[in-house]
């Protein structure tokens, strides 16, 4: 018979689980739920499949974890049918060679806002950067290496392709010159 010291040991050697994401997770309900594989001891092969564990973020932080990425599991009172995602690592995607002090939100696709430890930031992107707020204040200079268009979906003027009425005249003008 176990000693009451032994299955408190047990327990606690069971306390953590590892093992990876086998599908796209549920993100519907009051809590993402993913199924995984969760490994046994280190070397051995995938111990079980688990489905709907609960993905657990801190509060202000959510994501959808990709297929394939490497979680940690916590079971509750070493049962390892009932537990919770809170850690998780895809490594595909990861990026690396970070210098310490330095901090990355980042997606599968690449897409990243680095927070570089040296007074810049910077946010990388394929796509579009969306300000969807009624006011944009920038506490510094604006500087733009395209065009800038007011108005954009409507009745727009270009910065760079805009007409000017001739005062004492007829016709328009262009707009001004870059660096005159
Ligand atoms: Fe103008």
């Known amino acids: 018979m176990r000693s009451s010291v032994e299955k408190v040991f047990g327990r606690v050697q069971h306390a953590l689980g590892f093992g990876r994401t086998s599908t796209p997770p549920n993100d519907a ?26 993905v657990v973020f801190h509060f202000g932080f ?39 002090g330095q901090a990355v939100f ?9 927070l570089s430890n040296d007074d810049n930031a910077s946010v990388t992107a394929a796509g579009t950067l969306t300000l969807a707020v009624p006011t944009v204040l920038i506490d510094g200079q604006l500087l733009v290496t395209g065009n800038v268009t007011a108005g954009s979906g409507g009745a727009s003027v270009e910065l760079l392709d805009h007409t000017h009425a001739r005062s004492g005249g007829t016709g328009s003008g262009g707009p001004p010159n870059p660096g005159s």
């Open 106 to 114: 980042y997606d599968q696709k690449g897409t990243r806002m680095l």
């Open 29 to 54: 309900g009051a809590v993402q739920t993913v199924q995984i594989e969760l490994y046994g001891r280190a070397g051995d092969p995938v111990h079980q499949t688990r489905d709907n564990t609960p």
């Open 62 to 100: 959510a994501a959808c974890l990709p297929v394939g990425t490497d979680v940690v599991v916590t079971t509750f009172s070493g049962d390892s049918s009932n537990g919770a995602i809170v850690a998780s690592n895809h490594a595909k995607s990861r990026p690396t060679n970070l210098t310490p």
